[in-house]
């Protein structure tokens, strides 16, 4: 498979181990959102994949070329940086010629005054200007192409770094946090056009964002890192209704899930503060973890008592504490009822949407006392 | 704005006006006393033929001026300036900058070699001088002794041929202002932000060479003209060392434009005219700082 | 590429910076080397670096035999602390009610230091030296410190930097009752700590090594800086005493030298802060 393939990649500075054993593979036309919370190591990762910084360990290829001792300039990747790296020199039309000018001019034909009278120079210099005036017209830059970048706004400059990165058609494309610049209501516009990019151009891409909404709503597949390991790589549903860790599982979804410490007794039967939930697995020490919505108030089921209501509009949140003291959050339609505060509660659930974590984190089995009667 | 809101903008509190008035008198006492009317008088005495120790003094016009123009020691002096300075700044600019991109490259001796070069900024020049003296001395020098050793039978006289004399005076200029240079060129390239070099690698600039094209040179340009300004008028300065080693020879080889002025001024007492060679000396360096100006006006600003 | 790399990787870079290095090292090695050999020993103008007969007692016993050594470090530091002392006690006030106070005349005061900064030190030097000669001032210390105690760029550096102190910071003083005067020295000075050491080194750098203004109003040794001091050793005792005149450029150099070896980064950033600034 083409695209990038990064595989046991580590990196450490000095005591630090900011990459450990890593490896992922973006496929051929794929969009894969990398996301953690920030000092997770995923910018690390995509500097080491564009090649300006090297790996301890392990290899990167991309188009299926093994580039690890490559250069930057020879990856075939481009790249657009969180704060945009323009080159406040030059005019919209200059950065975005760039990628070009370096790679079809030579080092004499860019040489000032000089370069101009070199044969061939002005031939080569126009087809880069077609190729520049292409792009700007898909990006909707042609306004503004003898602006520096001094003169744009944050969304302007986010479009001529787009362009730049677009311009070359590279074997890949990483974004490092390419939004977190932009004021909220732009940023949801500017998610549907990178989507669109990357669909027009149909190149293996890599997305580092440590907002889980970006990662959730832009990738065919998401990978969350933490601590320097990936910890599961899955389409975003998966990743939401089916996490493999109890870390993904807190930090992806808001508000968070919710987690009670349970256990499973030598029956196997799961309970939670002495009392059966109605779901059995391996014994010993367990996390029961619960989404909101999965959450409903009923006549019997887990015991809470109610401490506040949020009014989200199109939800309302009503913020409960478990016995044990754990806080428990359900999402309700706003026509629900809504209990004052203090009110004791019964809390129902879907067994079949319960996750299960070992007291390692790791995600076990649930079934259902019937279905194991089965087995 | 309307007439309500002026006065109310305007008139600052009583006792703030007091205290600022209070506060710049000191400085404003200073300033009048020991470098306005100073330099308003040297102005004046520009057009005078006053003499230190005669009893009176004639306004004359341009007559300085015009006996400037004729001398032919002030055109030496002039000329020996430019030479100075011309090869003084384009020399202690490009080492400056060379020494702050080597020191940039690498981690290791930073702090080390940045002492070293800076050395010459804070030593006495008049001592250094002396130093230099020896160094370059015609007989018992290390300089033409070392050369004596490669096989070159007579070296120059350096400070004591008229042929060397600039050339030498130069390179000391050189050696005291590459220093100075690289600290502020140091100062303008930890102010480039780290991830264009990171943009220009991704973009295609492979060698070192094409990354300095495209960021260091073009992103340095503020710093570059602050430079080249401040070495240019550090240069046209040049006086100590032509007071200690030449005195303006052998036979004025070495003869500049603030010695002649001193040499006016204080040896032979003619205030009159060493205030013209001053005033020349004025513009010259307002000259400088204008064009310095104009040529951020016009482009290395980037908004 | 902000990595470490191995030193067979680096050796390029350091070669050409210890070349470079060992070029403005050379005057102050065979400075320290020739004030260590006998006269003798520098006349066969021998390259080896250590000398065949140590000689340094005899040098540096010569120079603070023939000339008051202690004198001059004395004159020197006397005038450098005198200038530095008024510039700020006039700078800091002024910078502060430039960059803060509203009052009648600020522009205008603004425009003289924007001016000031225009005319290099040897423009007013003539009419200054006649006023001294006048007042029968000249070979004194005021005549040395006087004409720098103001400075144009001490005023506009001071200002810059108060500029970029918070209003709230002022406000809140005044609402505690101080006074103006209190609020400089009691607000604003501690918080001007910065500038006044970038500018106290940049100061005294300039002083210490002056030779113009010195040259012009000082006669004989009673009043002369190190740098006087060296040039009067030079014509008078040394003659083609090289061995002894090394030595006394040793002596010479090595205060401010010192002090720079010891506080290297402050040195450093002082004179790049205001030599960006000014």
Not at chain 2, 188 to 200: F, H, K, N, S
Not at chain 3, 89 to 95: C, H, I, R, T, W
């Amino acid at each position: 498979m083409a695209g990038i393939q990064i595989s046991s990649v580590a990196k450490r500075f000095g005591a630090v181990a900011a990459l450990n054993d890593v490896s992922l593979t973006v496929g051929q036309g794929e969009f894969i959102a990398l996301v953690g919370p920030s000092g997770c190591g995923k910018t690390t990762l995509m500097r080491i994949v564009a090649g300006i910084e090297s790996a301890d360990a392990g290899r990167i290829l991309v188009g299926g070329r093994d580039v690890t001792r490559s250069r930057a300039a020879d990856r075939d990747i481009a790249m657009v940086f969180q704060s945009y790296a323009l080159y406040p020199h030059l005019t919209v039309a200059q950065n975005i010629a760039v990628p070009l000018a370096m790679r079809r001019l030579s080092g004499a034909d860019r040489l000032p005054l000089l370069g101009r009278f070199l044969p061939g120079a002005a031939r080569r210099r126009a087809a880069i200007a077609q190729d520049v005036a292409a792009v700007a017209r898909s990006l909707g830059l042609e306004a503004m192409l003898d602006r520096r970048p001094g003169q744009l706004s944050g969304g302007q400059r986010q479009r001529v770094a787009l362009a730049r990165a677009i311009i070359r058609r590279p074997a890949a494309f990483l974004m490092d946090e390419p939004l977190s610049n932009l004021d909220a209501a732009l940023r949801v516009q500017t998610r549907r056009e990178i989507v669109d990019i990357h669909r027009a151009a149909g190149v293996a891409t890599l997305y580092v964002t440590h907002d889980q909404t970006e990662a959730l709503t832009m990738a065919d597949r998401v990978a969350v890192m933490m601590a320097g390991r990936i910890l599961q790589v899955a389409t975003p549903e998966e990743i939401y209704a089916d996490p493999q860790d109890l870390r993904v599982a807190t930090f992806i979804g808001s508000p968070r899930i919710n987690t009670l410490a349970a256990e499973a007794g030598a029956d196997g039967v799961v309970r939670l503060a002495g009392e059966a939930v109605g779901l059995v697995a391996t014994p010993g020490p367990l996390t029961l973890a619960l989404r909101p919505e999965d959450l409903w108030i009923a006549e019997s089921g887990i015991a809470a008592t109610a401490e506040a209501v949020e009014f989200l509009g199109e939800s309302v949140l009503l913020h409960a504490r478990h016995a044990s003291g754990e806080p428990v959050i359900l999402r309700l339609p706003p026509e629900a009822p809504r209990p004052r505060p203090g009110t004791a509660l019964r809390l129902g659930f879907d067994p079949a949407r319960a996750l299960l974590f070992d007291a390692a984190g790791r995600r076990v089995a649930a079934h259902a006392p019937a279905e194991r009667a089965l087995v | 704005m309307s007439d309500a809101v002026l006065p109310l903008r305007r008139a600052a509190p009583i006792g703030e006006a007091l205290a600022g008035l209070m506060l710049t008198a000191p400085a404003a006492i200073a300033y009048a006393v020991m470098l306005l009317l100073p330099t308003l008088a040297a102005v004046a005495l520009a057009f005078t033929d006053y003499e230190l120790g005669m009893p009176g003094f004639a306004w004359i016009g341009l007559d300085n001026f015009s006996e400037l123009l004729a001398d032919r020691g002030f055109a030496v002096s002039l000329r020996n300036t430019v030479i100075y300075v011309g090869i003084v700044t384009p020399l202690s600019i490009a080492l400056g900058l060379g020494a702050a991109l080597l020191i940039e490259a690498g981690i290791r001796g930073r702090a080390l070699f940045r002492a070293v070069f800076f050395l010459p900024v804070v030593s006495l020049t008049v001592a250094m001088a002396a130093a230099w003296q020896y160094l370059l001395h015609p007989t018992i020098g290390p300089l033409n002794a070392a050369l004596r050793r490669l096989g070159i039978a007579d070296p120059p006289f350096w400070l004591s041929s008229s042929d060397w004399v600039l050339a030498s005076l130069a390179a000391i200029g050189v050696w005291e202002n590459l220093g100075y240079t690289m600290v502020l060129f140091l100062a303008g390239l930890t102010a480039i932000p780290r991830e264009l070099y990171a943009a220009a690698q991704m973009d295609g600039a492979r060698r070192a060479v094409d990354r300095f094209r495209l960021v260091t040179w073009p992103l340095l340009g503020p710093t570059t003209l602050f430079v080249v300004t401040i070495t240019l008028i550090r240069s046209v300065r040049v006086f100590d060392t032509v007071a200690v080693l030449t005195q303006g020879g052998p036979n004025r080889a070495s003869e500049v434009l603030l010695y002649t002025m001193y040499r006016e001024g204080f040896t032979y007492l003619r205030l009159g005219y060493s205030a013209a060679i001053t005033l020349v000396f004025l513009v010259i360096v307002l000259g400088l700082v204008w064009l310095q100006t104009k040529a951020l006006d016009r482009k290395i600003h980037y908004g | 590429m902000d990595e470490r790399r191995s030193w067979l990787a680096d050796a390029p870079r350091l070669l050409l910076l210890a070349a470079l290095g060992l070029l403005v090292l050379a005057p102050y090695v065979w400075m320290v080397s020739a004030s260590l050999k006998p006269l003798d020993e520098l006349f066969r103008a021998s390259l080896a670096l250590w000398p065949e007969r140590f000689f340094a007692v005899e040098n540096y016993g010569k120079v603070f035999a023939r000339v008051p050594v202690f004198q001059y470090i004395w004159n020197g530091i006397v005038v450098c602390a005198g200038i530095l002392a008024f510039q700020l006690l006039f700078a800091v006030p002024a910078g502060y009610a430039l960059a803060k106070l509203r009052f009648p005349g600020r522009d205008i005061a603004f425009g003289a230091v924007m001016l000031g900064l225009l005319v290099p030190p040897h423009v007013p030097a003539l009419p200054l030296y006649v006023g001294f000669s006048q007042l029968g001032m000249l070979n004194t210390y005021a005549a040395l410190i006087l004409p720098f105690t103001i400075s144009v760029f001490a005023i506009f550096l001071f200002r810059q930097f108060f500029k970029a102190l918070p209003d709230e910071l002022i406000h809140a003083a005044r609402l505690d009752g101080m006074s103006e005067a209190g609020i400089v020295w009691r607000v604003v000075l501690p918080n001007a700590w910065p500038a006044a050491t970038a500018f106290a080194i940049f100061s005294v750098v300039a002083h210490w090594n002056d030779l113009f203004w010195p040259l012009i109003v000082v006669e004989g040794p009673s009043r002369a800086t190190p740098a006087l001091g060296v040039l009067f050793f030079r014509s008078d005792e040394a003659g083609d005493d090289f061995a002894a005149l090394m030595a006394a450029a040793v002596i010479m150099t090595a205060p401010l030298v010192l002090a720079f070896l010891f506080a290297q980064r402050r040195f450093v950033e002082g004179i790049a802060t205001t030599g960006l600034k000014g």
